[in-house]
């Protein structure tokens, strides 16, 4: 199945309060997702920092996050307090685990 995303947030709002908006969107769509059967879902490109994209690059630092590298074993980052300063990839992998989908999106 496919959506069409409308982009949420706006330029004036934090970056913080436009990626809230965006994963509350999400949520909708990977519940929504989720009851349909699937298993897997895509998430548009730039979705996040869509505004920063009209703003110029320095308009992206706000939306930036350290991704950690991969661990071994592989954990749940999902409520883990060592992925604190991560907010985005834990929701996103809050979203996997309570749809039980692979969520892919760009960070």
Not at 78 to 104: E, I, M, N
Request: net charge negative.
């Amino acid at each position: 199945a496919a959506v069409q995303f409308a982009v949420v947030g706006s330029p004036q709002q934090s970056a913080v309060s436009n990626a809230e908006q965006v994963f509350a969107a999400f949520d909708q769509l990977a519940a929504n997702a989720s009851a349909a059967g699937a298993e897997i879902i895509v998430f548009p490109e730039q979705v996040l920092y869509w505004y920063a994209v009209q703003q110029g690059r320095d308009a992206y630092l706000p939306y930036g996050q350290d991704i950690p590298a991969v661990q071994q074993p592989p954990r749940i980052i999902c409520g883990d307090p060592h992925f604190a300063s991560t907010p985005h990839l834990q929701r996103a992998s809050c979203l996997a685990l309570k749809y039980r989908l692979v969520v892919v999106m760009n960070m």
